[in-house]
């Protein structure tokens, strides 16, 4: 089955700053790739998504980036704010049965300081 | 938030209990999700309907018991768990469509805390 790898588990940035996050799949079948966070105590919401045919997708301060190749896609975060902290999930999903199942990352805690 | 509402918010049950968590989506939708989240861990997929039908079981053990009456409504029945079973139980939703990229919405869990 689908294996997906998140890297770094926690990550600490100054406010303005950038932040990556990394995540890497082990199946090639998977074409569908979202990201979710959790703020402390709440449920986790999708921020953004990418298809496998397309290799970026922008949303304001978000951006993803996908490498089929190689495997591994990317969720950035521009000019970080506090309200930015949270817990941070990737996931892949191979969708070939007309609904979704998502294998998730392990998540990373983002914490941005003021 | 009401589009998917989880019951009970919290619930603290002994090893030889019987309870049940319960979920309802008002999305409309017809695919629909248990997850156990627990600390340091991936969220695990338990199981999926699809339409009403159980459509994947991840080698979950059998003290834990899925029901789906309808497209709307998912049970999670709960009996003889075991302490490690403590963790926050996530039900999700989506809408099935062509090549399964629906976003799922996930309701706001039970956090399960076994005795």
């Known amino acids: 089955g689908e294996n997906v790898e998140q890297h770094p588990s926690t990550l600490s940035v100054q406010e303005g700053d950038s932040a990556v996050i990394k995540c890497t799949y082990s199946?090639?079948?998977?074409?569908?790739f979202p990201w979710y966070k959790q703020e402390l105590g709440k449920r986790p919401q999708l921020i953004i998504d990418?298809?496998?045919?397309?290799g970026e997708k922008k949303d304001q301060r978000i951006a993803v980036t996908l490498n089929k190749t190689a495997k591994h896609f990317s969720l950035h975060i521009t000019e970080t704010q506090p309200e930015d902290s949270a817990v941070y999930f990737c996931?892949?999903?191979?969708?070939?049965?007309?609904?979704?199942?998502?294998?998730f990352g392990k998540g990373t805690m983002l914490l941005v300081s003021p | 938030e009401t589009g998917v509402t989880q019951t009970p918010r919290h619930l603290v049950m002994g090893m030889t209990n019987k309870k049940s968590l319960k979920c309802e989506q008002h999305?409309?939708?017809?695919?629909m999700y248990w997850y156990k989240q627990s600390a340091k861990k991936p969220l695990e997929l338990m199981f999926v309907y699809n339409f009403k039908e159980q459509t994947e079981n991840n080698s979950v053990p059998s003290r834990f018991s899925p029901e789906c009456p309808n497209s709307s409504h998912l049970f999670l029945h709960l009996h003889t768990l075991q302490p490690e079973d403590s963790a926050l139980y996530l039900c999700?939703?989506?809408?099935?469509?062509?090549?399964?990229?629906?976003?799922?919405?996930f309701g706001p869990g039970t956090r399960l805390t076994v005795t």
């Open positions: 990418i298809r496998s045919n397309v």
């Open positions: 999700a939703s989506s809408q099935t469509q062509d090549r399964g990229t629906g976003e799922q919405y």
């Open positions: 996931a892949a999903s191979i969708g070939d049965s007309g609904y979704s199942t998502l294998t």
């Open positions: 999305l409309g939708h017809n695919a």
């Open positions: 199946d090639s079948a998977s074409n569908y």
